[in-house]
């Protein structure tokens, strides 16, 4: 009977095993994104969310996102929390057709990885401004060529501010030339008048002194 009932509850045992052989053996698998495997998105894409069925390693985790021409699109951040690893576009993705590969570690520690794909059909609008973007010149470049303008009309005036204080260092030096003539022909002026004063006073001293001797004659 014991034997019996062994036997019973081994097939048991074996049968629950072979109707669930996922819940025995089965690793970490993902069960659902965003944007979802096949999925042609008609809106903007700037973040993908991988949900898996257990908790992964957020350390050893990782994804790539790539176009049809194989380039990849850089990330700004990847992080893992629980179930989700989510991977946040540096770029909302333009039209085309992307690959999503993703490698992780499952809480058992096997390393699984796998791949799905999706399109996108971005937006009129949102290329719209993405072209105009790239064709609108830079805000300050504008500024900028006034700014140059501006510093090329003050270098070319320059020139005539320098020359300012030349033409007034030769007026200068004229009026200090004229001076010098001037103090020279009031020291030729003034020569002959001291001349006439000399010969004024030798005069008058002869006289005198003719005056002098004559009186000294007339007593004699």
């Known amino acids: 009977m014991s034997k019996s009932i062994k036997a019973a509850a081994l097939l048991f045992i074996m049968l629950l095993i072979l109707s669930h052989p996922t819940d025995v053996w089965a690793h970490s698998k993902l069960t659902a994104s965003e944007p979802a495997a096949g999925s042609d998105v008609n809106d903007v894409v700037s973040e993908l969310v991988l949900t898996f069925n257990e908790n992964i390693d957020p350390k050893l985790s990782s994804l790539t996102i790539t176009n049809a021409e194989g380039q990849s699109s850089a990330l700004s951040a990847v992080t893992v929390t629980g179930l989700e690893m989510k991977a946040v576009l540096e770029n ?6 992307y690959e999503v590969q993703w490698k992780i570690i499952s809480a058992d520690g096997h ?25 609108q010149p830079p805000a300050g470049s504008e500024a900028s060529e006034e700014t140059d303008s501006q510093e090329e009309a003050a270098s070319e005036a320059a020139p005539e501010e320098e020359s300012a204080p030349e033409d007034n260092g030769n007026a200068a030096e004229g009026e200090d030339e004229a001076q010098s003539k001037t103090s020279e022909a009031a ?18 001293a002869a006289a005198g002194v003719y005056i002098v001797r004559r009186q000294a004659r007339n007593k004699g």
Do not use: M
């Open 92 to 97: 909302a993705l333009p039209s085309g057709t």
């Open 187 to 204: 020291e030729a002026g003034s020569s002959p008048a001291i001349l006439i004063g000399v010969i004024v006073l030798v005069i008058v």
């Open 111 to 135: 390393p699984i990885q796998d791949k799905y794909s999706f399109t996108v059909t971005a937006p009129e609008k949102a290329a719209d401004s993405s072209e105009n973007a790239t064709e």
